[in-house]
């Protein structure tokens, strides 16, 4: 099973990473939406904990940039109803502390807001999970500050820009440097895709 990987990123490709090993083999490694990784540049050398899905059809690779993040991933798929899909998208919520706190303060409608996971779900991974994650022991790694809690290593918003004009072809640097100067703060994804593309026409 392939638990961590140390290699080139070369590319950013529908929700992963693609990242060359030293043998030359291009992996590619499925990662939160708001994953610290993304802050990597085509070309930097990567570390990943990761979890392989295997099926009939094929294998998967899961990763995140440290042992924490991995071991509540691996946390979250051991609830009945949660798969590794389910499992990337409650991930795709914010930090691991983020998501840490969502399930120790039992804020079913939170972890609901991830793609695929229902009420039910939601509800089922608090009563499974809650006492294993520990709100006290949160609370203490948060120093009790929710406003560094909420705080994201990456803006959701050019993020999520990013992604989309690395969807449309571009590299990851010239998407980052078009949505690196566009100056507006506060507005959609949608319309920093629009001042961006002003910039790589």
């Given at each position: 099973?392939?638990?961590?990987?140390?290699?080139?990123?070369?590319?950013?490709?529908?929700?992963?990473?693609?990242?060359?090993?030293?043998?030359?083999?291009?992996?590619?490694?499925?990662?939160?939406?708001?994953?610290?990784?993304?802050?990597?540049?085509?070309?930097?050398?990567?570390?990943v904990f990761t979890h392989?899905?295997?099926?009939?059809?094929?294998?998967?690779?899961?990763?995140?940039?440290?042992?924490?993040?991995?071991?509540?991933?691996?946390?979250?798929?051991?609830?009945?109803?949660?798969?590794?899909?389910?499992?990337?998208?409650?991930?795709?919520?914010?930090?691991?502390?983020?998501?840490?706190?969502?399930?120790?303060?039992?804020?079913?409608?939170?972890?609901?807001?991830?793609?695929?996971?229902?009420?039910?779900?939601?509800?089922?991974?608090?009563?499974?999970?809650?006492?294993?994650?520990?709100?006290?022991?949160?609370?203490?790694?948060?120093?009790?500050?929710?406003?560094?809690?909420?705080?994201?290593?990456?803006?959701?918003?050019?993020?999520?820009?990013?992604?989309?004009?690395?969807?449309?072809?571009?590299?990851?640097?010239?998407?980052?440097?078009?949505?690196?100067?566009?100056?507006?703060?506060?507005?959609?994804?949608?319309?920093?895709?629009?001042?961006?593309?002003?910039?790589?026409?």
């Amino acid at each position: 099973m392939i638990r961590h990987i140390k290699g080139e990123y070369i590319f950013y490709d529908s929700g992963a990473l693609v990242i060359q090993t030293e043998s030359g083999i291009g992996l590619r490694v499925y990662i939160p939406t708001y994953s610290p990784l993304l802050n990597a540049r085509e070309g930097d050398t990567v570390e990943v904990f990761t979890h392989m899905q295997v099926k009939e059809d094929g294998m998967r690779l899961y990763g995140f940039p440290d042992l924490e993040g991995l071991k509540l991933y691996e946390l979250l798929i051991t609830v009945n109803g949660v798969g590794p899909k389910a499992g990337l998208a409650i991930m795709s919520l914010g930090t691991t502390m983020q998501v840490k706190k969502l399930i120790g303060m039992r804020d079913a409608a939170g972890i609901a807001k991830a793609q695929g996971v229902g009420k039910k779900t939601a509800e089922r991974i608090i009563l499974e999970l809650s006492e294993k994650v520990g709100a006290f022991e949160i609370e203490a790694e948060a120093g009790g500050d929710d406003k560094q809690v909420a705080a994201r290593p990456v803006t959701g918003e050019r993020t999520e820009a990013v992604m989309a004009l690395t969807a449309l072809g571009y590299t990851k640097k010239e998407a980052e440097d078009a949505i690196g100067q566009v100056a507006d703060e506060g507005i959609s994804a949608e319309e920093y895709i629009k001042k961006a593309l002003r910039f790589l026409m």
